[in-house]
Protein backbone atom coordinates (compact mmCIF):
# COMPACT_ATOMS: atom_id res chain seq x y z
CA UNK A 1 0.00 0.00 0.00
CA UNK A 2 0.96 3.38 -0.57
CA UNK A 3 0.45 5.79 1.92
CA UNK A 4 1.10 9.34 1.74
CA UNK A 5 0.32 11.71 4.83
CA UNK A 6 -2.48 14.28 4.05
CA UNK A 7 -1.18 17.75 3.62
CA UNK A 8 -0.81 19.85 6.49
CA UNK A 9 -1.36 17.22 8.75
CA UNK A 10 1.15 14.19 8.16
CA UNK A 11 2.10 12.50 10.94
CA UNK A 12 6.04 12.38 10.21
CA UNK A 13 7.01 9.45 12.29
CA UNK A 14 10.28 8.50 13.84
CA UNK A 15 10.86 4.92 15.54
CA UNK A 16 13.00 5.39 18.90
CA UNK A 17 13.67 1.62 20.03
CA UNK A 18 15.98 2.48 22.93
CA UNK A 19 12.88 4.53 24.46
CA UNK A 20 10.95 1.16 24.60
CA UNK A 21 9.51 0.42 28.53
CA UNK A 22 8.30 -2.95 28.47
CA UNK A 23 7.31 -5.61 26.93
CA UNK A 24 5.48 -4.76 23.11
CA UNK A 25 5.62 -1.36 24.18
CA UNK A 26 6.28 0.69 21.20
CA UNK A 27 7.65 4.17 21.07
CA UNK A 28 6.55 5.95 18.02
CA UNK A 29 6.81 9.76 17.84
CA UNK A 30 4.37 11.77 15.97
CA UNK A 31 5.27 15.71 14.85
CA UNK A 32 2.38 17.73 13.62
CA UNK A 33 -1.67 17.53 14.85
CA UNK A 34 -1.85 14.07 15.52
CA UNK A 35 0.16 14.04 18.26
CA UNK A 36 -1.03 13.28 21.46
CA UNK A 37 1.41 12.60 23.76
CA UNK A 38 1.50 12.84 27.64
CA UNK A 39 4.38 12.80 29.80
CA UNK A 40 4.03 10.87 32.62
CA UNK A 41 7.20 11.54 35.74
CA UNK A 42 7.21 7.75 36.63
CA UNK A 43 9.69 8.43 39.92
CA UNK A 44 11.24 4.98 41.03
CA UNK A 45 13.54 4.78 44.22
CA UNK A 46 15.75 7.06 42.60
CA UNK A 47 12.75 9.49 41.80
CA UNK A 48 14.54 10.25 38.18
CA UNK A 49 12.95 7.79 35.86
CA UNK A 50 10.96 9.83 33.60
CA UNK A 51 8.75 7.93 30.53
CA UNK A 52 7.38 9.87 27.71
CA UNK A 53 4.07 8.14 26.88
CA UNK A 54 3.45 8.67 23.31
CA UNK A 55 -0.28 7.93 21.96
CA UNK A 56 -0.50 8.54 18.62
CA UNK A 57 -3.47 7.34 16.39
CA UNK A 58 -0.97 4.94 14.61
CA UNK A 59 -2.53 2.22 16.21
CA UNK A 60 -4.47 -0.47 14.00
CA UNK A 61 -7.81 0.30 12.95
CA UNK A 62 -10.01 -2.86 13.94
CA UNK A 63 -12.58 -3.89 11.53
CA UNK A 64 -15.42 -6.57 12.46
CA UNK A 65 -16.63 -9.03 10.01
CA UNK A 66 -19.33 -11.56 11.37
CA UNK A 67 -20.69 -14.00 9.39
CA UNK A 68 -21.79 -17.78 9.27
CA UNK A 69 -19.19 -20.32 8.21
CA UNK A 70 -19.31 -20.70 3.94
CA UNK A 71 -20.80 -16.75 3.51
CA UNK A 72 -18.29 -15.53 1.73
CA UNK A 73 -15.96 -14.23 4.20
CA UNK A 74 -12.87 -15.11 2.65
CA UNK A 75 -13.94 -13.58 -0.76
CA UNK A 76 -15.18 -10.12 0.87
CA UNK A 77 -11.58 -10.34 2.70
CA UNK A 78 -9.80 -10.85 -0.51
CA UNK A 79 -11.75 -7.63 -2.28
CA UNK A 80 -10.89 -5.83 0.59
CA UNK A 81 -7.31 -6.34 0.85
CA UNK A 82 -7.29 -5.74 -3.16
CA UNK A 83 -8.35 -2.09 -2.19
CA UNK A 84 -5.41 -1.48 -0.14
CA UNK A 85 -2.83 -3.44 -2.70
CA UNK A 86 -0.94 -7.02 -2.21
CA UNK A 87 -2.05 -10.21 -1.72
CA UNK A 88 -2.95 -11.35 1.53
CA UNK A 89 -0.68 -14.43 2.77
CA UNK A 90 -0.55 -16.46 5.64
CA UNK A 91 2.02 -16.25 7.85
CA UNK A 92 6.12 -17.12 5.87
CA UNK A 93 7.62 -19.85 8.01
CA UNK A 94 4.59 -20.45 10.17
CA UNK A 95 1.60 -23.63 10.60
CA UNK A 96 0.75 -24.27 7.69
CA UNK A 97 -2.66 -24.72 8.83
CA UNK A 98 -2.85 -20.97 10.23
CA UNK A 99 -5.60 -19.35 9.59
CA UNK A 100 -4.41 -15.29 9.71
CA UNK A 101 -3.77 -13.77 6.70
CA UNK A 102 -0.81 -10.90 5.91
CA UNK A 103 -0.99 -8.46 3.19
CA UNK A 104 0.89 -5.21 3.20
CA UNK A 105 -1.47 -3.29 5.45
CA UNK A 106 -3.92 -5.77 7.06
CA UNK A 107 -3.83 -8.56 9.07
CA UNK A 108 -6.96 -10.86 8.66
CA UNK A 109 -7.41 -12.69 11.76
CA UNK A 110 -10.36 -15.53 12.44
CA UNK A 111 -12.18 -15.48 15.56
CA UNK A 112 -12.05 -19.55 15.42
CA UNK A 113 -8.96 -19.49 16.72
CA UNK A 114 -10.25 -18.22 20.14
CA UNK A 115 -12.26 -21.70 20.25
CA UNK A 116 -11.68 -22.38 23.89
CA UNK A 117 -13.04 -26.26 23.09
CA UNK A 118 -11.70 -27.95 19.98
CA UNK A 119 -13.66 -30.31 18.13
CA UNK A 120 -13.67 -33.06 20.97
CA UNK A 121 -14.25 -30.97 23.57
CA UNK A 122 -17.22 -29.88 21.81
CA UNK A 123 -18.45 -33.27 21.18
CA UNK A 124 -17.89 -34.04 24.74
CA UNK A 125 -19.70 -30.99 26.17
CA UNK A 126 -22.55 -31.32 23.62
CA UNK A 127 -22.15 -27.35 22.22
CA UNK A 128 -21.36 -26.66 18.97
CA UNK A 129 -18.65 -24.24 17.47
CA UNK A 130 -21.52 -21.54 17.08
CA UNK A 131 -22.70 -21.80 21.32
CA UNK A 132 -20.60 -19.07 22.86
CA UNK A 133 -19.80 -21.61 25.47
CA UNK A 134 -17.01 -22.54 23.23
CA UNK A 135 -15.23 -19.61 22.38
CA UNK A 136 -12.83 -17.95 25.28
CA UNK A 137 -14.18 -14.02 24.79
CA UNK A 138 -11.74 -12.71 27.86
CA UNK A 139 -8.64 -14.06 25.52
CA UNK A 140 -9.70 -12.69 22.34
CA UNK A 141 -10.98 -9.20 23.91
CA UNK A 142 -7.57 -9.04 25.78
CA UNK A 143 -5.90 -10.11 22.60
CA UNK A 144 -7.88 -7.58 20.41
CA UNK A 145 -6.84 -4.41 22.99
CA UNK A 146 -3.41 -5.40 22.98
CA UNK A 147 -3.23 -5.30 19.15
CA UNK A 148 -5.07 -1.98 19.08
CA UNK A 149 -2.56 -0.54 22.09
CA UNK A 150 0.03 -1.55 19.36
CA UNK A 151 1.33 -4.66 21.12
CA UNK A 152 2.18 -8.35 19.90
CA UNK A 153 0.17 -11.10 21.06
CA UNK A 154 1.02 -14.82 20.63
CA UNK A 155 -2.52 -15.90 19.41
CA UNK A 156 -4.00 -19.57 19.25
CA UNK A 157 -4.47 -21.61 16.30
CA UNK A 158 -7.57 -23.43 15.56
CA UNK A 159 -6.50 -26.62 13.35
CA UNK A 160 -9.27 -26.90 11.12
CA UNK A 161 -7.97 -29.92 9.67
CA UNK A 162 -7.50 -31.75 12.99
CA UNK A 163 -9.92 -29.86 15.30
CA UNK A 164 -7.60 -29.00 17.69
CA UNK A 165 -5.97 -25.78 19.29
CA UNK A 166 -2.43 -25.57 18.02
CA UNK A 167 0.33 -23.52 19.78
CA UNK A 168 0.25 -19.96 19.44
CA UNK A 169 1.48 -17.61 16.31
CA UNK A 170 2.73 -13.92 16.66
CA UNK A 171 0.39 -11.68 15.66
CA UNK A 172 2.36 -8.11 15.24
CA UNK A 173 0.02 -5.07 15.29
CA UNK A 174 -0.98 -4.18 11.59
CA UNK A 175 -1.83 -0.60 10.16
CA UNK A 176 -5.58 -2.61 9.86
CA UNK A 177 -6.39 -5.34 11.86
CA UNK A 178 -9.67 -7.50 10.54
CA UNK A 179 -11.06 -10.00 12.97
CA UNK A 180 -13.44 -12.16 11.14
CA UNK A 181 -15.79 -15.06 12.17
CA UNK A 182 -18.80 -16.18 14.01
CA UNK A 183 -18.59 -14.21 16.99
CA UNK A 184 -16.58 -11.13 16.23
CA UNK A 185 -19.80 -8.57 17.67
CA UNK A 186 -20.99 -11.51 20.35
CA UNK A 187 -18.97 -9.63 23.13
CA UNK A 188 -20.01 -6.10 23.58
CA UNK A 189 -16.27 -5.60 24.98
CA UNK A 190 -14.48 -6.69 21.93
CA UNK A 191 -17.36 -5.12 19.99
CA UNK A 192 -16.46 -1.70 21.01
CA UNK A 193 -12.86 -1.94 20.33
CA UNK A 194 -13.87 -2.55 16.43
CA UNK A 195 -13.96 1.02 14.52
CA UNK A 196 -16.05 -0.79 12.06
CA UNK A 197 -18.33 -3.48 11.83
CA UNK A 198 -19.91 -5.67 8.61
CA UNK A 199 -22.22 -8.41 8.63
CA UNK A 200 -22.72 -11.11 5.72
CA UNK A 201 -26.37 -12.26 5.76
CA UNK A 202 -26.52 -14.80 3.52
CA UNK A 203 -29.93 -16.38 3.38
CA UNK A 204 -31.09 -19.68 4.44
CA UNK A 205 -31.63 -21.06 0.45
CA UNK A 206 -28.73 -18.81 -0.81
CA UNK A 207 -26.02 -20.76 1.53
CA UNK A 208 -27.11 -23.63 1.50
CA UNK A 209 -26.58 -23.04 -2.80
CA UNK A 210 -23.19 -21.69 -2.25
CA UNK A 211 -22.28 -24.39 0.28
CA UNK A 212 -23.32 -27.77 -2.10
CA UNK A 213 -21.12 -26.23 -4.61
CA UNK A 214 -18.26 -26.10 -2.71
CA UNK A 215 -18.18 -28.98 -0.26
CA UNK A 216 -19.57 -31.36 -2.85
CA UNK A 217 -17.33 -30.39 -5.55
CA UNK A 218 -13.96 -29.40 -3.21
CA UNK A 219 -14.48 -31.28 -0.06
CA UNK A 220 -16.31 -34.61 -1.46
CA UNK A 221 -19.19 -34.08 0.88
CA UNK A 222 -22.10 -35.53 0.17
CA UNK A 223 -25.64 -33.14 -0.49
CA UNK A 224 -27.47 -35.12 2.40
CA UNK A 225 -24.58 -34.57 4.83
CA UNK A 226 -24.49 -30.65 3.99
CA UNK A 227 -27.89 -30.08 3.79
CA UNK A 228 -28.38 -31.91 7.84
CA UNK A 229 -24.99 -30.16 8.73
CA UNK A 230 -26.66 -26.51 8.00
CA UNK A 231 -30.15 -27.94 9.53
CA UNK A 232 -27.98 -29.08 13.13
CA UNK A 233 -26.42 -25.41 13.02
CA UNK A 234 -29.45 -23.62 12.87
CA UNK A 235 -30.63 -23.66 16.42
CA UNK A 236 -27.37 -21.98 17.00
CA UNK A 237 -27.16 -19.67 13.82
CA UNK A 238 -30.47 -18.22 15.08
CA UNK A 239 -29.44 -17.81 18.93
CA UNK A 240 -26.13 -16.78 18.46
CA UNK A 241 -24.52 -15.63 15.22
CA UNK A 242 -27.64 -13.86 13.53
CA UNK A 243 -28.47 -11.36 16.77
CA UNK A 244 -25.21 -9.60 15.85
CA UNK A 245 -26.15 -7.90 12.92
CA UNK A 246 -28.34 -5.23 15.11
CA UNK A 247 -24.38 -4.23 15.77
CA UNK A 248 -22.97 -3.98 12.25
CA UNK A 249 -22.56 -0.14 10.62
CA UNK A 250 -23.39 -2.18 7.28
CA UNK A 251 -25.00 -5.20 6.58
CA UNK A 252 -24.53 -7.40 3.29
CA UNK A 253 -28.33 -9.24 3.12
CA UNK A 254 -27.84 -11.50 -0.19
CA UNK A 255 -31.84 -13.04 -0.53
CA UNK A 256 -33.07 -15.08 -3.62
CA UNK A 257 -33.95 -13.04 -6.93
CA UNK A 258 -37.17 -11.63 -6.69
CA UNK A 259 -37.02 -11.02 -11.42
CA UNK A 260 -37.56 -14.85 -11.77
CA UNK A 261 -40.97 -15.87 -9.88
CA UNK A 262 -40.67 -19.17 -7.93
CA UNK A 263 -36.59 -19.21 -8.56
CA UNK A 264 -35.37 -22.67 -8.09
CA UNK A 265 -31.86 -22.27 -9.56
CA UNK A 266 -30.40 -20.01 -6.62
CA UNK A 267 -28.23 -18.38 -9.70
CA UNK A 268 -29.60 -14.74 -10.11
CA UNK A 269 -29.29 -12.85 -6.28
CA UNK A 270 -30.84 -9.98 -4.75
CA UNK A 271 -28.50 -8.21 -2.71
CA UNK A 272 -28.72 -5.58 -0.16
CA UNK A 273 -26.41 -3.18 1.06
CA UNK A 274 -27.68 -1.90 4.37
CA UNK A 275 -25.82 0.97 5.63
CA UNK A 276 -26.38 2.67 9.14
CA UNK A 277 -27.25 6.25 9.26
CA UNK A 278 -25.27 8.45 11.62
CA UNK A 279 -22.45 6.56 12.16
CA UNK A 280 -18.83 8.42 13.24
CA UNK A 281 -16.76 8.60 9.52
CA UNK A 282 -19.50 6.63 7.26
CA UNK A 283 -21.78 8.04 5.14
CA UNK A 284 -23.72 5.75 3.24
CA UNK A 285 -23.58 5.78 -0.72
CA UNK A 286 -26.86 6.52 -2.73
CA UNK A 287 -28.18 6.31 -5.96
CA UNK A 288 -29.06 9.76 -7.82
CA UNK A 289 -30.43 11.22 -5.19
CA UNK A 290 -29.60 11.25 -1.28
CA UNK A 291 -32.97 10.16 1.22
CA UNK A 292 -35.23 9.81 -1.88
CA UNK A 293 -36.79 6.50 -2.79
CA UNK A 294 -35.82 4.62 -6.27
CA UNK A 295 -36.27 2.25 -8.03
CA UNK A 296 -34.06 2.18 -11.43
CA UNK A 297 -34.00 -0.79 -14.49
CA UNK A 298 -30.99 0.55 -16.08
CA UNK A 299 -31.27 -2.17 -18.95
CA UNK A 300 -31.43 -0.86 -22.19
CA UNK A 301 -29.10 1.97 -24.60
CA UNK A 302 -26.28 1.58 -22.11
CA UNK A 303 -26.34 -1.92 -20.33
CA UNK A 304 -26.71 -4.97 -21.42
CA UNK A 305 -28.87 -7.08 -19.92
CA UNK A 306 -30.17 -10.72 -20.72
CA UNK A 307 -32.51 -12.54 -18.77
CA UNK A 308 -33.98 -11.58 -16.32
CA UNK A 309 -32.38 -7.84 -16.42
CA UNK A 310 -31.48 -5.97 -13.72
CA UNK A 311 -32.74 -3.79 -11.17
CA UNK A 312 -31.51 -1.32 -8.62
CA UNK A 313 -33.40 0.14 -5.64
CA UNK A 314 -32.50 2.76 -3.19
CA UNK A 315 -34.44 4.03 -0.78
CA UNK A 316 -34.65 4.78 3.70
CA UNK A 317 -35.85 1.82 5.91
CA UNK A 318 -35.53 0.93 9.68
CA UNK A 319 -33.41 -2.00 10.98
CA UNK A 320 -33.60 -3.36 14.47
CA UNK A 321 -34.95 0.56 15.40
CA UNK A 322 -32.09 1.95 13.62
CA UNK A 323 -32.26 4.54 10.63
CA UNK A 324 -30.50 2.81 7.19
CA UNK A 325 -30.29 4.04 3.49
CA UNK A 326 -30.73 0.75 1.83
CA UNK A 327 -28.89 0.47 -1.79
CA UNK A 328 -30.03 -2.73 -3.64
CA UNK A 329 -28.82 -4.96 -6.84
CA UNK A 330 -31.37 -7.94 -7.92
CA UNK A 331 -29.65 -9.09 -11.16
CA UNK A 332 -26.35 -9.41 -13.12
CA UNK A 333 -23.96 -8.08 -15.00
CA UNK A 334 -23.67 -9.85 -18.64
CA UNK A 335 -20.54 -7.47 -19.64
CA UNK A 336 -18.75 -6.35 -16.49
CA UNK A 337 -17.47 -3.09 -17.80
CA UNK A 338 -20.41 -1.40 -18.26
CA UNK A 339 -20.79 -1.72 -14.59
CA UNK A 340 -19.17 1.75 -15.33
CA UNK A 341 -22.63 3.40 -16.61
CA UNK A 342 -24.15 2.27 -13.06
CA UNK A 343 -21.30 3.53 -11.03
CA UNK A 344 -21.21 6.73 -12.70
CA UNK A 345 -24.90 7.05 -10.90
CA UNK A 346 -24.00 6.04 -7.70
CA UNK A 347 -22.65 8.69 -5.17
CA UNK A 348 -20.84 9.11 -1.70
CA UNK A 349 -18.90 5.78 -3.08
CA UNK A 350 -15.88 6.76 -1.32
CA UNK A 351 -13.47 6.30 -4.42
CA UNK A 352 -10.91 8.14 -5.32
CA UNK A 353 -11.51 8.29 -8.60
CA UNK A 354 -14.66 8.26 -11.55
CA UNK A 355 -14.51 3.97 -12.52
CA UNK A 356 -12.52 3.14 -9.41
CA UNK A 357 -15.01 1.00 -8.86
CA UNK A 358 -15.46 -0.69 -12.10
CA UNK A 359 -11.68 -1.56 -12.17
CA UNK A 360 -11.76 -3.10 -8.71
CA UNK A 361 -14.39 -5.33 -10.08
CA UNK A 362 -12.50 -5.88 -13.25
CA UNK A 363 -9.66 -6.41 -11.51
CA UNK A 364 -11.25 -8.91 -9.56
CA UNK A 365 -13.62 -10.82 -11.64
CA UNK A 366 -12.29 -14.12 -10.86
CA UNK A 367 -13.66 -13.85 -7.41
CA UNK A 368 -17.40 -15.58 -6.87
CA UNK A 369 -20.18 -12.66 -7.15
CA UNK A 370 -18.06 -10.65 -9.22
CA UNK A 371 -21.37 -10.15 -12.08
CA UNK A 372 -23.85 -9.25 -9.65
CA UNK A 373 -24.66 -7.18 -6.17
CA UNK A 374 -22.04 -8.91 -3.48
CA UNK A 375 -19.04 -8.24 -5.19
CA UNK A 376 -20.30 -4.94 -6.27
CA UNK A 377 -21.06 -4.44 -2.41
CA UNK A 378 -17.97 -6.08 -0.90
CA UNK A 379 -16.20 -3.32 -3.32
CA UNK A 380 -18.03 -0.61 -1.98
CA UNK A 381 -17.44 -1.61 2.06
CA UNK A 382 -13.88 -1.76 0.94
CA UNK A 383 -13.82 1.76 -0.33
CA UNK A 384 -15.44 2.91 3.07
CA UNK A 385 -13.39 1.14 5.13
CA UNK A 386 -10.16 2.95 3.39
CA UNK A 387 -12.27 6.00 4.08
CA UNK A 388 -12.59 5.14 7.82
CA UNK A 389 -8.60 4.06 8.02
CA UNK A 390 -7.88 7.78 6.52
CA UNK A 391 -10.36 9.60 8.55
CA UNK A 392 -8.81 7.58 11.85
CA UNK A 393 -5.29 8.01 10.74
CA UNK A 394 -5.69 11.25 9.32
CA UNK A 395 -3.67 9.88 6.10
CA UNK A 396 -4.13 9.52 2.67
CA UNK A 397 -4.36 6.18 1.05
CA UNK A 398 -3.18 6.39 -2.72
CA UNK A 399 -5.25 4.11 -4.71
CA UNK A 400 -4.20 0.73 -6.31
CA UNK A 401 -4.35 1.43 -9.85
N1 LIG B 1 -20.69 -13.78 -3.93
C1 LIG B 1 -20.76 -15.08 -4.18
N2 LIG B 1 -21.46 -15.55 -5.19
C2 LIG B 1 -21.53 -16.87 -5.42
N3 LIG B 1 -20.93 -17.79 -4.66
C3 LIG B 1 -20.22 -17.35 -3.61
C4 LIG B 1 -20.08 -15.98 -3.31
N4 LIG B 1 -19.31 -15.84 -2.22
C5 LIG B 1 -18.99 -17.06 -1.84
N5 LIG B 1 -19.52 -17.97 -2.68
C6 LIG B 1 -19.44 -19.43 -2.59
O1 LIG B 1 -19.34 -19.76 -1.23
C7 LIG B 1 -18.14 -20.48 -0.98
C8 LIG B 1 -17.58 -19.99 0.33
O2 LIG B 1 -17.04 -18.70 0.17
P1 LIG B 1 -15.87 -18.23 1.10
O3 LIG B 1 -14.77 -19.24 1.12
O4 LIG B 1 -15.52 -16.84 0.69
O5 LIG B 1 -16.65 -18.24 2.49
P2 LIG B 1 -16.12 -18.27 3.98
O6 LIG B 1 -17.15 -17.59 4.80
O7 LIG B 1 -14.75 -17.72 4.08
O8 LIG B 1 -16.12 -19.81 4.28
P3 LIG B 1 -15.47 -20.65 5.49
O9 LIG B 1 -15.62 -19.85 6.74
O10 LIG B 1 -16.27 -21.89 5.53
O11 LIG B 1 -14.05 -20.89 5.08
C9 LIG B 1 -17.24 -20.22 -2.19
O12 LIG B 1 -16.43 -21.31 -2.46
C10 LIG B 1 -18.24 -19.99 -3.30
O13 LIG B 1 -18.61 -21.22 -3.83
O1 LIG C 1 -18.03 -22.47 11.71
C1 LIG C 1 -16.87 -22.77 11.63
C2 LIG C 1 -15.84 -21.85 11.11
O2 LIG C 1 -16.27 -20.62 10.75
C3 LIG C 1 -16.40 -24.08 12.01
O3 LIG C 1 -17.41 -24.98 11.86
C4 LIG C 1 -15.88 -24.08 13.44
O4 LIG C 1 -14.70 -23.34 13.53
C5 LIG C 1 -15.65 -25.51 13.90
O5 LIG C 1 -14.67 -26.10 13.19
P1 LIG C 1 -14.74 -27.59 12.67
O6 LIG C 1 -15.78 -27.58 11.59
O7 LIG C 1 -13.35 -27.78 12.19
O8 LIG C 1 -15.07 -28.48 13.80
Known sequence: MLLSPAAGRAPAR???????CGPGFSSTFFKGSALRASVAQASGRTGRAQILIVRADNRPIIIGMAADSGCGKSTFMRRMTSVFGGSPKPPAGGNPDSNTLISDSTTVICMDDYHSLDRYGRKEKGVTALDPAAQDFDLMYEQIKALKDGKSVEKPIYNHVT???DPPETVKPPQILVCEGLHPFHDERVRKLM??????DISEEVKTSWKLQRDMAER??????????????KPDFDAFIDPQKQYADVIIQVLPTQLIPEDKEGKVLRVRMIQKEGVKRFSPAYLFDEGSTISWIPCGRKLTCSFPGIKFFYGPDTYYGDEVSVL?????FDKLEELIYVESHLSNTSAKFYGEITQQMLKNSQFPG????TGLFQTLVGLKIREVFEAIRQTTVAPVV
Not at 328 to 332: F, K, R, S
Open 163 to 165: GLL
Open 370 to 373: SKNG
Open 14 to 20: TTRPELA
Open 220 to 233: GHSEESIKASIAAR
Open 328 to 332: EMDGQ
Open 195 to 200: DFHVYL
